[in-house]
């Protein structure tokens, strides 16, 4: 079974610095994804970014990059030039595909206020 | 690209009333999810179609929860009774490869 854990509930940071969320993970497969989800107030579940295990290099999209560790099980994400519209409750989730189909499962969570 | 589209968005019931969502996945998605989301947790996996196929109900309580995936579009989820314990946010996502993609969700207050 995947387990997928954030060990920080809760975190802040001021407007324009940078912040690390952090997140570990389990599992015995050796091909999957990593993602890491936004859900602001809305509820809404928004894509951040995306990683391929196989892939070595980390993904960046914009102001968004992870340090992907994958002998470390480690997928952190890095926002840099935090914005106030960045608040949010940040979810790591691990994807495999296995015989059974497709499993997506999330960790607890980190709630990120941006402060000015 | 039509989204994920989730119905009601909010919905009040009161303890051992029945309730029923739906959920109308992207275009072409054969995989769909039914997350349940108590407040300040992670969303938590209640069952998985493939294409009109259960792929993983194991922490669907049956005694209560039910689901169905129509055709193998759309889908409902049904509570039948509710229970306090059920006020949730109700998220359905749907995915094709990896990535799944979530409507905007439906959050129960059971009273």
């Known amino acids: 079974a995947q387990t997928v854990t954030q060990s920080q509930p809760e975190m802040s940071v001021q407007e324009a610095e940078t912040v690390t969320l952090s997140c570990t993970y389990d599992t015995s497969e050796n091909n999957y994804y990593l993602f890491w989800y936004k859900q602001p107030p809305s509820r809404q579940m928004i894509l951040v970014i995306r990683q391929e295990a196989y892939k070595q290099q980390n993904a960046t999209e914009n102001r968004f990059s992870v340090n992907f560790q994958k002998a470390a099980k480690s997928f952190s994400l890095k926002i840099s030039d935090s914005q106030l519209g960045d608040t949010a409750m940040y979810f790591c989730a691990f994807h495999v595909v296995t015989g059974g189909g497709n499993k997506l499962t999330f960790g607890t969570g980190t709630q990120l206020k941006v402060e000015l | 690209e039509a989204g994920v589209a989730q119905s009601p968005r909010y919905k009040i019931i009161e303890k051992r009333q029945s309730v029923a969502f739906w959920c109308n996945p992207i275009?072409?998605?054969?995989?769909l999810y039914w997350y349940q989301q108590i407040l300040g947790q992670g969303p938590k996996l209640l069952i998985q179609?493939?294409?009109?196929?259960?792929?993983?109900d194991s922490q669907l309580p049956k005694d209560r929860f039910s689901a169905e995936r129509l055709k193998g579009v759309d889908s409902t989820l049904k509570i039948q009774p509710a229970k306090l314990e059920d006020s949730a946010v109700y998220l359905c996502a749907s995915s094709l490869f990896s990535e799944a993609f979530f409507g905007q969700g439906t959050r129960l207050t059971v009273v």
């Open positions: 179609f493939q294409n009109n196929g259960v792929v993983d």
């Open positions: 275009s072409g998605h054969a995989t």
